[in-house]
């Protein structure tokens, strides 16, 4: 039996996390919300609209029973609290949160150097397929094709492009072989002048309820390619990141990808 803390368990995904922890039969040995949270105190369980847990939220790591495994989806700030946290417990961590700069995400993996980790922009499968076809695309349609990603998300999103947006860009540069930081163009707006062929485009909508919409565009003259996926429930995610935890328990320490987890590569 796996043991499972989640932290930000009151949030969209947190909360949707503790139902697949549920479907699946895995023991909630701890949840966390943030400090001040009116959610402190409540059962996740019921909080996430499936049988009580035996557990109730608290506001740190050290009030929660044993685990073998943390899911974090909080904020980058609170997730390397929980990394520093999870490599003096020994534990193993998976973690969806996005946002994290360069700094940052050096850091984190600094912390983590001894633990066995799967992080991922995008717990999905579908997206995790769409990755790796993308980077086969952009393999063969070289820079005379312009790409292009855009993406869409719900109004509370607080960073961007989103992560997967960012993993599929890279993806198109891998693919090229050329460097994602020199192609990747995040703004245009006024005289822009042409576009430099071979450069990589972000556009990002932010509206309403939109779960997660993703599209790489492969455009030439007379000849254009869409790769696209589309998140129409949170549960995708959350599914995904359980089955990370489940296949991480095996795991030797090491930072992996939700491609190794499905064994896509
Ligand atoms: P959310 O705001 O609904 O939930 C985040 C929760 O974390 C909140 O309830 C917040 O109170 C809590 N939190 C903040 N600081 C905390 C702390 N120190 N300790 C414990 N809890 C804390 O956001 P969300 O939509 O659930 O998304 C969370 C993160 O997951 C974002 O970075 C988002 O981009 C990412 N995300 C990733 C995937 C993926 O597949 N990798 C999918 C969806 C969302």
Redesign the pocket.
């Known amino acids: 039996m796996i043991r499972i803390i989640v ?8 909360r949707n996390l503790v139902r697949a922890i549920a479907d699946e039969g895995l023991e909630l040995t701890g949840a ?4 001040g ?1 009116d ?1 402190l105190g409540t059962n996740p369980g019921e909080l996430a609209g499936v049988a009580a847990s035996g557990i109730l939220i608290v ?1 740190s790591l050290k009030q929660c029973q044993a685990a073998d495994v943390l899911i974090d ?6 997730s390397l ?2 990394a520093r946290f999870a490599a003096e417990a020994g534990m193993r961590m998976v973690v ?4 994290f700069t360069t700094t940052q995400l050096h850091e984190f993996k600094s912390v983590l150097a001894g633990n066995a980790v799967v992080m ?5 499968i579908g ?1 995790n397929l769409a990755l790796g076809l993308i980077q086969r695309a952009a393999g063969i349609l070289d820079e005379r094709y312009d790409a292009e990603i855009i993406e869409a998300h ?1 109004k ?4 961007a492009p ?3 947006a960012l993993a599929m860009g890279r993806a198109v540069a891998d693919g090229r072989e050329t460097d994602f930081n020199e192609q990747a163009v995040y703004a245009r707006h006024g005289h822009t002048g042409q576009r430099d062929p071979g450069s990589i485009g972000f556009s990002v909508i932010r509206a309403g309820d939109i779960v ?1 919409e993703h599209t790489a565009m492969f455009a030439a003259a007379g000849d254009r390619l869409e790769i696209r996926h589309i998140a129409t429930d ?1 549960m995708t ?1 959350a599914t ?2 359980v089955r990370a935890a489940k296949w991480l328990k095996d795991q030797p320490p090491g930072f992996y990808d939700m491609r190794d987890v499905l064994e896509m590569q």
Request: hydrophobic share 30%; no cysteine; charged share 15%.
């Open positions: 932290a930000g368990a009151g949030g969209r995904m947190g966390t919300e943030r400090p949270s959610l506001d989806f909080t904020l980058p700030e609170s609290g929980h969806g949160t996005t946002g991922a922009a995008n717990f999905s997206v719900h509370a999103k607080v960073d989103s992560g997967t997660g949170r995610f995904g990141a």
